[in-house]
């Protein structure tokens, strides 16, 4: 299993910007994704979920309404846009797979989003 | 949102010791409950699932229990490698929650 993450760089606060995460080594299509991210120093936290034919979606709190979460299950890779960035939306965006009991069992090496003007 | 307390929040123990990681929730997860280690510079990594299930390449010095709001994560002896900051999650609706880590330092 092999997710590898891409998208992160610095961007300005109120700006977009999309991550994506190519996945393979895994049937994708029969699994759910997840994003996870952890702030510099900080733990981690869950951001987003998406169900293997994207008919169930979820979103954290502080995120709902900016995010959106998606797959191509045709290119294997997984993706976040993320609207309207803040300070505190500053982290490591983790990809994480999910296995069919609830927990995440692949995880890539993270994307480094920095929000700064 | 089901909020995980971890306890302590800093172990430090010496090698060949036992370790007793907790992790409280704030209403029942049933045992939707995993547990993480993590090593700086690293992504974390699954140790258990589903409460007490080893993920695949485990060592069994690694253990889980509990069930309900109160979970326990135990590395009967402790090797080297182990000291780190390990997380517990819980995923009993779509969206997931973690505690907030407990390091195992070096004593």
């Known amino acids: 299993v092999q997710l590898v993450e891409s998208g992160g760089r610095l961007v300005q606060p109120g700006t977009s910007l999309r991550l994506s995460c190519a996945a393979s080594g895994f049937t994708f299509d029969e699994y759910a994704m997840h994003w996870v991210r952890q702030a510099p120093g900080k733990g981690l936290e869950w951001v987003s979920g998406i169900s293997r034919n994207s008919r169930s979606i979820a979103y954290a709190d502080s995120v709902q309404g900016r995010f959106t979460i998606s797959r191509d299950n045709v290119r294997n890779s997984l993706y976040l846009q993320m609207n309207s960035l803040r300070g505190e939306d500053m982290a490591l965006y983790y990809c994480?797979?999910?296995?069919?009991?609830?927990?995440?069992?692949?995880w890539g090496q993270g994307t480094l989003v920095t929000v700064s003007s | 949102e089901i909020v995980l307390t971890q306890s302590p929040a800093t172990l430090s123990l010496s090698p060949g010791e036992r370790a007793t990681l907790s992790c409280r929730a704030s209403q029942s997860v049933n045992r939707y409950l995993a547990w993480y280690q993590q090593k700086p510079g690293q992504a974390p990594r699954l140790l258990i699932y589903?409460?007490?299930n080893r993920a695949t390449g485990i060592p069994a010095r690694f253990s889980g229990s509990g069930s309900g709001t109160d979970f326990t994560l135990i590395i009967s002896s402790l090797e080297p490698e182990d000291f780190a900051v390990y997380f517990c999650q819980q995923r009993i609706t779509w969206g997931a929650t973690f505690g907030q880590g407990t390091r195992l330092d070096l004593k």
């Open positions: 589903e409460a007490s």
């Open positions: 994480a797979k999910a296995n069919d009991r609830r927990a995440f069992d692949s």
